[in-house]
């Protein structure tokens, strides 16, 4: 190439912000944080959060809110430009921590009688089996007991008396 040539490029780098300006690092001990990025119809929207007020806003790109307004999103790594207060911050997504979780050491609660037992495809608990006379035999107590209460119900409106209260229905009867 000739010197011709090379007077044609652009001597400012497409990574530097123009004015000359650094390319900002991730912003330490900032007050406000990046806690979520979503992509909606109107485009990305960006969660930010302040500890001191435990307020969080959903805004999108150049969306101004009375704190903050968000300047840019860089999804390489996973961080907004800031303009909070006047100063401009980098925020870096905040990694959610689950501090204190513990394997649970006790076998399940019992299940609840004339429930419906569900057992995820993993799970190694054995789950007890309702056979299909139990199950109808169930499904016939709950019957009987929506019967009674519109028959109460009924007999109460016609009469102009208050209903009398639910009895709880006894399982296994």
Known sequence: MSDQSYAAISSESPFIPKGGQQALAATENSPIEFRGVISTAEGLTF???EPATQKGSWVTEGEKTQAFVVRSYDASKAAVTVEYQGQVQTLVLK???FEGTVAPTSA?????AGMAQTRPANSSI???SMNQADEAKRLETVAAEVR???AARQAANQSGAQPAPAQPAQPGR
């Open 47 to 49: 969660g930010i959060y």
């Open 108 to 112: 399940p609660p019992p299940p609840v």
């Open 148 to 150: 009674r209460r519109r």
């Open 126 to 128: 054995p789950q007890p």
């Open 95 to 97: 990694e959610a921590k």
